[in-house]
């Protein structure tokens, strides 16, 4: 469904060429590339892998280049995901780093402490649209108080339901706050047929997950083992306890989610994200958005609260060409260009301006849900060393759920280790 109703990629390269005669040469005070001595190219690496993505890509690039007369071209550098964090590390270590990169969010706060990327906070303030983005994905740029880039697309997670069961157990609406979703998992489980359905895995998939609940509950990484984090894992682990959740979430992925159980309707809600819509149309084509499921925004405890996921853009601070560098991310973030991004990638909007003036989510009933959630999405930290933090928050998890230590127990040991982290020098 997230792929349906794209424009075209002409329509796309026509939309984005009539902005042009906007978007001439513009100043900076990274003054440190001459493009009248001749032509410049820039290389950016990324990870967007689905060929959809990387022609949107070089249309922007191409479309850049335009507005430069020719003289500013853009080499886009595929490299995976899994490959990329080491890429950079080993790029900076031997000096062969490009001018531009794709950054995972909750990356951006290790890479900024590294020194790898460019503070542009003169440049994002005297810009003058950092209110024009959601709160979380412009903290996720964010270190010290700093900017080191901007959000480039973003995604959170909401409650995916299946309408018929709903209809079958006498529900009319979905869950609001975490007493009804027990409730509505209890009603909905018969038999093998569970309830609710979340990413419990050994991986940063099971502490996307998770954070929400915490946040919730008032807590957060740093102080897990308070009050609002112990409410927030045991109520996860009285879900699984009580067999509204199967234990197999322990070792399922959010991708597998879908397949296993959602789109097999093997449960009634899940906890997601819209990159896996994709996948449900893949595995039960006859399975329809607004028909035979539905989503709704995460069921709230204390407070209202999504985690953010979604990729920014940064410029490196050894490039030749920052100052280029910097018009490139500002072109790419016209709210425009921005706007056949997110739609032709298939991502949610960063800039909350589009959000609210775009038909496309404002009247769409799954992308309008999605996109108000972007509200209370938060960044994972930001924190330079989420990786070991995260790690500490999948032991407890992991934990909690098998019945290996208590919920107090799990997040005790989980706060002494991300405490020695984050007090590392």
Same mark, same amino acid.
């Given at each position: ?59 922007? !690039?191409? $479309? =850049? +280049?335009?507005? @430069?007369?020719?003289?500013? &071209?853009?080499? %886009? ?117 569970? !309830?609710? $359905? =979340? +990413?419990?895995? @050994?991986?940063?998939?099971? &502490?996307?997950? %998770? ?120 072109? =790419? ?93």
């Amino acid at each position: 469904m997230f792929k349906k109703g794209f424009l075209c990629i002409l329509t796309f390269i026509f939309s984005v060429s009539v902005l042009l005669t906007g978007c001439g040469n513009t100043s900076s005070k990274k003054t440190n590339s001459n493009v009248q001595q001749g032509k410049v190219e820039l290389t950016m690496w990324h990870y967007f892998a689905q060929s959809n993505q990387q022609k949107a890509l070089k249309e922007i !690039g191409d $479309a =850049f +280049s335009k507005s @430069k007369d020719g003289k500013v &071209t853009i080499k %886009f550098q595929y490299i995976p995901f899994a490959q990329l964090k080491q890429q950079i590390t080993i790029g900076a270590t031997g000096g062969n780093l490009p001018d531009l990169v794709q950054i995972d969010s909750p990356d951006h706060a290790s890479f900024a402490s590294m020194g790898i990327l460019e503070d542009l906070t003169p440049e994002i303030e005297q810009w003058g649209q950092v209110k024009k983005f959601f709160d979380g994905p412009i903290h996720s740029v964010m270190l010290d108080g700093k900017y080191y880039g901007l959000p480039l697309d973003s995604n959170c997670l909401v409650l995916f339901y299946n309408v018929k069961m709903f209809k079958n157990a006498g529900l009319s609406k979905p869950p609001a706050t975490w007493s009804e979703l027990e409730d509505y998992a209890k009603k909905l489980t018969k038999g093998d047929i569970k !309830g609710l $359905a =979340f +990413s419990a895995i @050994k991986s940063e998939e099971s &502490t996307f997950q %998770f954070l929400p609940f915490v946040w919730q509950a008032g807590a957060d990484y740093n102080n897990l083992d308070s009050k609002g984090g112990i409410e927030a894992l045991s109520f996860w682990t009285d879900l699984v306890k009580n067999g509204y959740v199967s234990k197999d979430v322990l070792n399922q992925t959010q991708g597998d989610i879908v397949t296993a159980q959602f789109a097999s309707e093997k449960v009634a809600m899940m906890i997601n994200g819209p990159y896996e819509i994709p996948t449900i149309e893949q595995a039960a084509p006859d399975f329809k958005a607004n028909e035979d499921w539905k989503v709704a925004p995460l069921p709230t405890y204390k407070t209202a609260a999504s985690a953010l996921g979604g990729e920014n853009i940064a410029v490196i601070k050894s490039s030749k060409h920052k100052d280029l560098a910097w018009e490139f991310i500002k072109f =790419f973030e016209q709210p425009q260009i921005a706007e056949k991004w997110y739609k032709e990638a298939g991502y949610l909007p960063s800039r909350k301006d589009v959000a609210e003036t775009s038909s496309y989510w404002k009247d769409d009933p799954i992308l309008s849900v999605l996109s108000e959630e972007m509200n209370v999405a938060r960044p994972r930290g930001p924190e330079p060393r989420w990786p070991e933090i995260s790690t500490a928050i999948q032991e407890a998890i992991q934990e909690a759920l098998t019945g290996t230590a208590s919920p107090e127990q799990a997040l005790k040991n989980a706060s002494e280790q991300i405490n020695k982290v984050i007090n590392k020098k």
